[in-house]
């Protein structure tokens, strides 16, 4: 078993930045991939950024690319993820999770999720 707690959200105004930390516990997620998921009030959960095991790998959401980074400190078991620029579209509950293997966009794959950290940006 794998337990995540995101933390680092807030109320931001648009054009700031936020650092989003995920922290794991249990067994050694060196060898797992790990990413940021997001959902706004009356909408879908989607993808935001997803980062391979050893951290040379890094995939982004359209809506994010140039914006967001995400990084990982396996001694630490963390992941986090960095906001800048952000937009009032940007709002949303953000979730960290992780699996074996590389990282995917689809969260159906990913077998353990965080309790989600709230994200507001005022416009």
């Known amino acids: 078993q794998v337990q995540l707690v995101e933390s680092g959200g807030g109320l931001v105004q648009a054009g700031g930045s936020l650092r989003l930390s995920c922290a794991a516990s249990g067994r050694p997620i060196s060898m797992y991939a790990m990413g940021w998921f997001r959902q706004a009030p009356g909408k879908e959960r989607e993808f935001v950024a997803a980062i391979s095991w050893s951290g040379s790998l890094t995939n982004y959401a359209d809506a994010v690319k140039g914006r967001f980074t995400i990084s990982r400190d396996n001694a630490k078991k963390t992941v986090y993820l960095e906001m800048n620029s952000l937009k009032p579209e940007d709002t949303a509950v953000y979730f960290c999770?992780?699996?074996?293997?590389?990282?995917?966009?689809?969260?159906?794959?990913?077998?353990?999720w965080g309790q989600g950290t709230q994200v507001t940006v005022s416009s």
């Open positions: 999770a992780v699996r074996p293997g590389a990282g995917t966009r689809y969260g159906h794959e990913y077998p353990y």
